[in-house]
């Protein structure tokens, strides 16, 4: 039975510089990495080119996806060895090393698009005194949203079992101000797959606050008129 990686350690020491070219070099991974980015690209439904945001990024498969696509992308990883690997493979990609549990640090309003690949489950594990996962996946989500353009779209692919903590994921990105849900392919099959699929919904609500206003104004107008 194939071991997994969220239960052998951190991110950034499991994926050391034998793990990481052993994981860049795997083609089974490849194909599955791959066709996951792939079909992410199919969920996100890019209207245009813009950025996009690559979590948990790793050695750079998903990268090439999104290249291949001619998709502009940053990405973002806890191994420093994954992303020398990466930056091996071409040298303009533009990747940075981050704890996605600490939040994303980027400026608001930043991405078009954002996508990962097998990362969010490595949320729920607590390697340090001060890991507290509900508190880092809160923090992940409520960033998340904030570096979203209005209308952006998030596919996020996760690999969890448990039914409390998908829900717990899902609810705790439709708190931070996502609308979501989850997209389960192949269910019930060893080749399952699932993804969060998120819209930053800022426009609608902005637009619903406006109509309120603007029905708020009518109502005044007319009580003015005829009852004054």
Request: charge should be positive; aromatic fraction near 10%; include cysteine.
């Amino acid at each position: 039975m194939s071991k997994i990686p969220e239960l052998c350690g951190p991110p950034e020491i499991y994926y050391n510089a034998i793990e990481s070219r052993k994981y860049d070099t795997n083609s089974r991974i490849q194909s599955i990495q791959r066709e996951i980015t792939i079909r992410c690209l199919d969920l996100l439904d890019l209207k245009s080119s813009g950025l996009i945001l690559d979590i948990g990024c790793g050695t750079g498969i998903s990268g090439s996806v999104l290249s291949d696509h001619n998709l502009n992308w940053i990405g973002l990883d806890i191994s420093k060895d994954m992303l020398n690997i990466c930056k091996e493979k071409d040298e303009t990609n533009c990747v940075i090393k981050g704890d996605i549990g600490e939040g994303l640090c980027f400026q608001p309003g930043t991405f078009d698009g954002v996508i990962s690949v097998s990362a969010l489950q490595w949320l729920f594990q607590s390697y340090k005194n001060n890991h507290v996962p509900k508190k880092r996946i809160r923090l992940f989500f409520t960033s998340l949203f904030s570096i979203c353009k209005p209308e952006t779209k998030c596919v996020l692919q996760f690999y969890l079992k448990n039914k409390k903590d998908i829900e717990f994921l899902k609810n705790e990105a439709l708190r931070a101000g996502f609308y979501g849900s989850i997209n389960i392919d192949k269910p019930n099959t060893k080749h399952m797959k699932q993804y969060l699929i998120l819209t930053n919904s800022y426009i609608k609500t902005n637009k619903i606050k406006n109509l309120i206003c603007e029905l708020f104004k009518i109502i005044l107008i007319f009580l003015k008129n005829n009852f004054a």
